[in-house]
C-alpha cells in the first residue's frame, strides 16, 4: 500500500541522547515535512524538503537536523534530546497541485 | 505568513446532533483550504479540501465546509454526527512556496460524541 513509514513507533529516550526518526516514502513525491504535536498547539512545522538534495527550516527547527539524500527518505535528527523534544512527530509529503498531505502514522518520542 | 485560526478547543455534541467546528485564517488572497481528522492514536487523514470552484465541498462520510472569502472563513458541518465521529479535526492553509506546498495547521478541536 502507498503511503509513508515512520520508525520507531514509539520511543523513551535520555536526556542528552542523540536519536534519528525515520520517514520513507514511495509515492514519488517531491516535498517532505516533519511536523511536532503537542497538546494545544496543534501542528507544527520543524523543517521541510522542497526536493531531494534541499532542506529549509520551519517554524521550530532548533534542536533538529533532517537531509534528503533522496526522493523517498527524510530522517529528523535529535543530536541532543531534551525533555521540551517530547512530543508526536509526524512525517508528511505532498506533490503539486493541491492535493494536501499524505502523513506517516506517527513517533511517539518521550525524553526523560 | 498565513494563520490558521480554530475557535473551539472541544466540542461535546450529542450523537445524531449537527455540529460546526469553525475555522479562520488570516489571509484573503487565493488559498488552497484543508481539513484533516485524527482518530485516537492515528496519524491525519485528509477530509475535504478547497482548490477553486464551488465554495461548498463534501466529504464521503457526510462532512461538508464552505468557503467564505469575505469573511476568510472554512467552517466545517454535519448535520447529523455519530459516535465514530469522534476525533481531532484540524483546519489547515495551504501556500505554494517554491514548488511546494508548505501547510499551517490550526490548533485543533477536539469532537467528542456522546450516545
Known amino acids: 500500500i502507498a503511503g509513508i513509514t515512520q520508525a520507531p513507533t514509539s520511543q523513551i529516550l535520555a536526556a542528552g541522547r542523540r536519536m534519528t526518526l525515520r520517514c520513507t516514502q514511495d509515492?514519488?513525491?517531491?516535498?517532505m515535512y516533519w511536523y511536532r504535536q503537542d497538546l494545544g498547539l496543534g501542528l507544527r512545522l520543524i523543517h521541510y524538503s522542497n526536493t531531494a538534495g534541499t532542506t529549509g527550516k520551519g517554524e521550530v527547527p532548533d534542536g533538529y537536523s533532517v537531509s534528503r539524500a533522496n526522493t523517498d527518505d527524510f530522517p529528523l535528527t535529535l543530536a541532543s534530546a531534551v525533555p521540551s523534544q517530547t512530543s508526536v512527530y509526524f512525517c508528511a509529503s505532498s506533490d503539486r497541485g493541491g492535493d494536501g498531505y499524505t502523513f506517516g502514522s506517527g513517533t511517539r518520542l518521550t525524553v526523560v | 505568513a498565513q494563520s490558521v485560526t480554530q475557535l473551539d478547543s472541544q466540542v461535546p455534541v450529542f450523537e445524531e446532533a449537527p455540529v460546526e467546528l469553525r475555522c479562520n485564517y488570516s489571509s484573503s488572497v487565493s488559498v488552497y483550504l484543508f481539513w484533516y481528522v485524527q482518530y485516537p492514536n492515528q496519524g491525519l487523514q485528509l477530509l475535504l479540501k478547497?482548490?477553486?470552484?464551488?465554495?461548498l465541498v463534501e466529504s464521503i462520510n457526510g462532512f461538508e465546509a464552505e468557503f467564505n472569502k469575505s469573511q476568510t472563513s472554512f467552517h466545517l458541518r454535519k448535520p447529523s454526527v455519530h459516535i465514530s465521529d469522534t476525533a481531532e479535526y484540524f483546519c489547515a492553509v495551504s501556500d505554494e512556496i517554491q514548488g511546494a506546498q508548505k501547510l499551517v495547521f490550526g490548533q485543533g478541536t477536539r469532537l467528542t460524541i456522546n450516545p
Open positions: 509515492m514519488r513525491h517531491n516535498a
Open positions: 478547497y482548490l477553486s470552484g464551488s465554495t
